[in-house]
């Protein structure tokens, strides 16, 4: 796995680390400081420790200009981001919009690759917190069939990317709390890094908990069978998504009306009927661009475009690059 965070115009990243994709016990720890100074910005400072299956970034920044992090991760990952200071605009490859990350906000996602253009205004605190953990060590800490998260291990394992909820929620105090021991721990070697296992194990506790709290304060629109109607819908999509059948089709075939159909799909899938779609089409589309013979006409056709020039530009809109472009 890879993890790689630069600031356009400037030739130092402020993060490039590599790490194993497994979970192994003993695995040494790495730590590492990084400073950077430039004209671009009043002041980086970015406090880095990675080791088998774990990564976790901690950045200060503040900018003299509007400035853009461009960020990729190689493989696929889930990512605990705690987003404490400042306000940026984000174009992630696997969201069809922008997202907006504001103060003292909170997520856990699954990636199978990422990469995001976040946009940063001038004179402002930053501070994000990242945790990034391989498949392996992610479902050591929480079995795949716990049912706390279990719609979400059941994307993970098929390598679809997902968010656990689909807003940001606001970090409590308690998950402050966490980060801060973890900060400010004189534990070394082995004995911190079981530390740390146990401090991520405890604030993955917190992320689900809250999200828990937050589902019952939701009314949802679904009734008795519907969340299995709407599994079947999602189902259907995942086998024709080249040429999915439309909304009120689909609607038919689930025996759902349309405003529940969409209501629920958004709410159990964490996106559109459409969106989805999109994204399993563009996912296919980026697999088969590692093909250097297959002409990109031909995989437009086999994802669902008549047109390559169509193809071409929902490309583009979804991953920011163009087919061309993405080819291994």
Known sequence: MRLRSLIEGMEIPVCDISFGDGYTSGSELIEKEVSLHHPLMQYLHSKQLYTDGLCIVDTHMNFADTVRDLISVTG????MGFFFKGKALATINCLECLREYNNNLHYLRYTPTFEGVFEMPPFVDFNYYVI???KDFYFRLLDPSNELHRDFAERVSQ????NLTDVNLEISPAMKQVIHEIRSTCRTG????LYLEAKIMELLMLQLEQLQHSAQDRKSVLRGDDESRILQARAILEKDYCSPPSLTQLARLVGLNEFKLKQGFKECVGTTV???????RMEKAKELLQDLQLPVGDIALQVGYKSPAYFTAAFKKHFGVLPSEARG
């Open 132 to 134: 990034l953990l391989s």
């Open 190 to 193: 082995l004995i911190k890094r």
């Open 76 to 79: 696929e990952c889930i990512m």
């Open 159 to 162: 390598g679809i990317h997902t």
């Open 274 to 280: 459409h969106g989805y779609a999109v994204q399993l």
